[in-house]
């Protein structure tokens, strides 16, 4: 299978959790664990962090990745990760060719795997797709605030949950993406895209309450 890019965005600011990349889940950094698991991927040639922070910079080093240095301009608050990743591709294609396809990484998603980062990579061997990224089963009743149903009829019978059509939610722990379509687009989602369900991707860390949970679960795992 061709080889990959991987890249992660991690700045040092953080509104929800303060110097979130850093804050660790079994010992570990989160930025470290994102390394740690793209490192470990069959496919993944490089691994290269783009980030604005001196001590998110030395750890990432430290595990063994590349660093891309973030112009303070893209990492504030509300600058997008495609913004960072768009110019991380700038920076490496003028020192040598990169790879043709890309997987970005975030580190809110303490446990990501290499298996996973592969399957989402092994999308990319149709021919046809242009991109592919991680989803989990969801199930439940989504409703809008004024009141209407999402993905069931509230004015029909009430259906058992297991008969609602299948949905998946995004996971937002693993995008893989042609090179060149994402240069072209500028977005993670280049048509024709495709889900890849991976049902055992564990929570996203938004908050502190998210953060102790990945804490805790981290800790059943190993004991």
Same mark, same amino acid.
């Given at each position: 299978m061709p080889v990959a890019l991987? !890249?992660?965005?991690?700045?040092?600011?953080s509104k929800g959790i303060p110097g979130k990349n850093l804050?660790?889940?079994g010992g570990r950094?989160?930025?470290? $664990?994102?390394?740690?698991?793209?490192?470990?991927?069959?496919?993944?040639k490089r691994v290269v962090v783009s980030t604005d922070d001196f001590?998110? $910079? +030395?750890?990432? !080093?430290? +595990?063994?990745?590349?660093?891309?240095? $973030?112009p303070s301009g893209i990492a504030g608050d509300v600058a997008s990760s495609e913004s960072a990743l768009l110019h991380a591709i700038?920076?490496?294609?003028?020192?040598?060719?990169?790879?043709?396809?890309?997987?970005? !990484?975030?580190?809110?998603?303490?446990?990501?795997?290499?298996?996973?980062?592969? $399957?989402?990579?092994?999308?990319?061997?149709?021919?046809?797709?242009?991109?592919?990224?991680?989803?989990?089963?969801?199930?439940?009743?989504?409703?809008?605030?004024?009141g209407r149903g999402?993905?069931?009829?509230?004015?029909?019978?009430?259906?058992?949950?297991?008969? !609602?059509?299948?949905?998946?939610?995004?996971?937002?722990?693993?995008y893989a993406i042609r090179t060149s379509a994402f240069r072209q687009s500028g977005s993670r989602f280049c048509a024709p895209w495709r889900p890849v369900v991976i049902v055992d991707s564990g929570p996203e860390i938004d908050t502190p309450a998210d953060l102790a949970l990945c804490r805790s679960l981290e800790q059943i795992q190993h004991h």
């Amino acid at each position: 299978m061709p080889v990959a890019l991987a !890249l992660i965005p991690a700045r040092g600011g953080s509104k929800g959790i303060p110097g979130k990349n850093l804050q660790e889940v079994g010992g570990r950094p989160l930025v470290v $664990r994102t390394i740690d698991a793209a490192r470990a991927s069959q496919n993944v040639k490089r691994v290269v962090v783009s980030t604005d922070d001196f001590t998110i $910079r +030395a750890a990432a !080093l430290k +595990a063994g990745a590349e660093v891309v240095e $973030r112009p303070s301009g893209i990492a504030g608050d509300v600058a997008s990760s495609e913004s960072a990743l768009l110019h991380a591709i700038k920076v490496l294609e003028q020192l040598g060719p990169i790879p043709n396809r890309l997987v970005f !990484l975030q580190c809110t998603s303490p446990f990501t795997n290499a298996s996973q980062i592969d $399957r989402v990579l092994k999308a990319l061997e149709d021919p046809v797709i242009n991109s592919s990224f991680s989803v989990q089963p969801w199930h439940g009743f989504l409703w809008r605030e004024d009141g209407r149903g999402i993905n069931h009829d509230p004015t029909h019978p009430r259906k058992r949950r297991q008969d !609602l059509e299948p949905s998946y939610i995004e996971t937002g722990a693993i995008y893989a993406i042609r090179t060149s379509a994402f240069r072209q687009s500028g977005s993670r989602f280049c048509a024709p895209w495709r889900p890849v369900v991976i049902v055992d991707s564990g929570p996203e860390i938004d908050t502190p309450a998210d953060l102790a949970l990945c804490r805790s679960l981290e800790q059943i795992q190993h004991h």
